[in-house]
Each structure stands twice: as structure tokens, then as C-alpha cells.
Nanobody, 127 residues
């Protein structure tokens, strides 16, 4: 069972940047497509970005693509860099994974396409 652990959340001022990391607790992320989602209080979980298991395909949600960058580091970690943060970016951020034989990063991520989820990391954007 793949266990995902997110890190890097915290308090950041408006206009600032933050890099979130997703790692596997015991295994590598080899052969998994990875995605990042977020969920603000009272709202549905929203897909932000994904990266293919082969590391050659990325997709972003249109509303944030100019402010996001997803990257994979030697199959040990997938990072999501966020720039120009706004108070409305305040949410719990989750990473998720799907094995390459079951799914892939074909477009902006949808929750139904991913089987494994981390516990989330809180990001608060406030002055």
C-alpha cells in the first residue's frame, strides 16, 4: 500500500511563494503518476496539476497554470511550486498517486483518477 506524505505547508504572505513536497513513506514514486489537489473550507476538492510516471507530461488547471510548477526528483519526491500566492489559495493541499498501469496524467487531474492519497498539508496565505 503506497503511503504518501506531504510537507512544506505553512503560513505565507500574499504575493509569496511556497514549494510543497510529496514523498512515499516506504517506496519510491516510480511508475506512479502524481497529482496535487487542494480543498478549501466548504468547497470541493480541486485538481491543480499532475505529472506522468515517465516525467514527460504535465497538466495544470487553467485557472492556476501561470502560478504553478510541478516537478519530480529522482522518483523520490514530487514538488509543487506555487508563486504569487493569494488569500484565496488558503486550503489543505493533497498529493495523490495512481499506478501507471491503472491511470495517467492525461489532463488537469480529477479526484476519481487517483487511488492513493496523503493526509494533506495546510497552506495559509495571510498578511
Amino acid at each position: 500500500q503506497l503511503q504518501l506524505v506531504e510537507s512544506g505547508g505553512g503560513l505565507v504572505q500574499p504575493g509569496g511563494s511556497l514549494t510543497l513536497s510529496c514523498a512515499a513513506a516506504e517506496f519510491t514514486l516510480y511508475n506512479y503518476a502524481i497529482a496535487w489537489f487542494r480543498q478549501a473550507p466548504g468547497k470541493e476538492r480541486e485538481g491543480l496539476a499532475c505529472i506522468s510516471s515517465s516525467n514527460d507530461i504535465t497538466h495544470y488547471t487553467d485557472s492556476m497554470k501561470a502560478r504553478l510548477a510541478i516537478s519530480r526528483d529522482n522518483n523520490k519526491r514530487v514538488d509543487l511550486k506555487m508563486n504569487s500566492l493569494k488569500p484565496e489559495d488558503t486550503a489543505v493541499y493533497y498529493c495523490a498517486a495512481v499506478a501507471s498501469h491503472k491511470g495517467s496524467c492525461r489532463g488537469p487531474p480529477d479526484t476519481s483518477g487517483y487511488d492513493y492519497w496523503g493526509q494533506g498539508t495546510q497552506v495559509t496565505v495571510s498578511a
